[in-house]
């Protein structure tokens, strides 16, 4: 039943949310600013909320982590649910200790309605035969309402981020340029989404944080989907050279679906040699899939990732 009642207040959630229209957020460690149209050829056009970390100033310089999910990440008062990722106290606080070099945090809002559409990795989508991708576009997340509300186009939004995104940051904000100090990460769908652009944009980014990976791909065990999944991940995890990938998971809720895929994804690092050091795959029993369940271990990715050269 709490999986059940999980499942239906985040469809419910899609509903009732504009993409388009920013709201004021409230931050306990550093600065927010919204960026408010970022428009785009490949995708509807949506604002950003920017996170500037305490001692933010324009003689420095600053890595950056783009999230998807952006409406999520600072301000519980503000999301559906109550629940926040605490970004900025998590990543403020490291910061401030000093056991992560400084960075900025893009949060990239969700398309709402088109979410399983944008977030789905879309060359193993259409890796699958014509028949299984219609039954797909059949589901339905509840009565009159399609779980993919248009045909998948996550290549277009990975454009969107590397094309769009990218750009407006290091020409409006004092940070350091190149792959090498860029970082994305998501939970949940949008950790599908952050293997699968970096895979395809290996050469863009220094690393992915996949929190909860939705390896299920739908709200149901399908083993062509996950299948194509980690077909596509073998396929291509040799493009990876010197980046660092973050996979964790729970075994409660939705997260109840994962510890067995994931286990899987593991073996193929293993099995591919990935060297030791550039990935992580975590597993933290009796953890739910919700945002309150994220923040509590954001740390450890952020610290992964982050983590100043001497240390």
């Known amino acids: 039943m709490k999986f059940v009642a999980l499942l239906f207040s985040l469809l419910i959630f899609v509903v009732h949310t504009s993409y388009a229209t920013p709201t004021e957020l409230q931050v306990s460690k550093g600065t927010i600013e919204i960026v408010k149209n970022i428009e785009s050829k490949y995708v509807k056009s949506r604002f950003l909320n920017v996170w500037l970390p305490p001692g933010y100033n324009k003689s420095s310089h600053y890595d950056v982590l783009y999230m998807h999910d952006g409406r999520m990440l600072f301000d519980a008062n503000s999301t559906w649910n109550k629940q926040e990722w ?95 100090h860029r970082f994305i990460a998501g939970s949940s769908m949008g950790g599908l989404i952050s293997w699968y652009t970096l895979l395809n944009y290996p050469n863009e980014f220094a690393g992915a944080i996949c929190m909860s990976t939705h390896w299920p791909g739908i709200f149901s065990q399908d083993d062509a989907i996950f299948a194509e999944f980690k077909q596509y991940i073998a396929n291509n995890l040799s493009k990876l050279s010197g980046q660092k990938v973050y996979f964790d998971y729970g075994d409660s809720t939705l997260d109840a679906m994962y510890p067995q895929l994931q286990k899987q994804i593991d073996v193929l690092f293993m099995e591919e040699r990935y060297p030791a050091k550039l990935w992580q795959s975590q597993y933290f029993p009796g953890e739910e899939h919700t945002e309150d369940a994220w923040a509590k271990r954001l740390h450890i990715p952020l610290e992964f990732m982050f983590r100043k050269a001497s240390q």
């Open 86 to 180: 605490r970004v900025d106290e998590v990543a403020g606080t490291l910061i401030e200790q000093g056991k992560v070099r400084p960075f900025i945090v893009v949060g990239i809002p969700n398309a709402v309605a088109n979410r399983h559409s944008e977030y789905y990795p879309q060359q193993p989508f259409e890796s699958l035969s014509k028949q299984k991708q219609q039954s797909l576009y059949q589901l339905e997340k509840y009565p009159g309402h399609k779980l993919f509300a248009s045909k998948v186009y996550s290549d277009n939004y990975s454009r969107f981020l590397v094309e769009d995104v990218i750009p407006y940051i290091e020409s409006h904000y004092n940070v350091n340029k190149g792959a090498k």
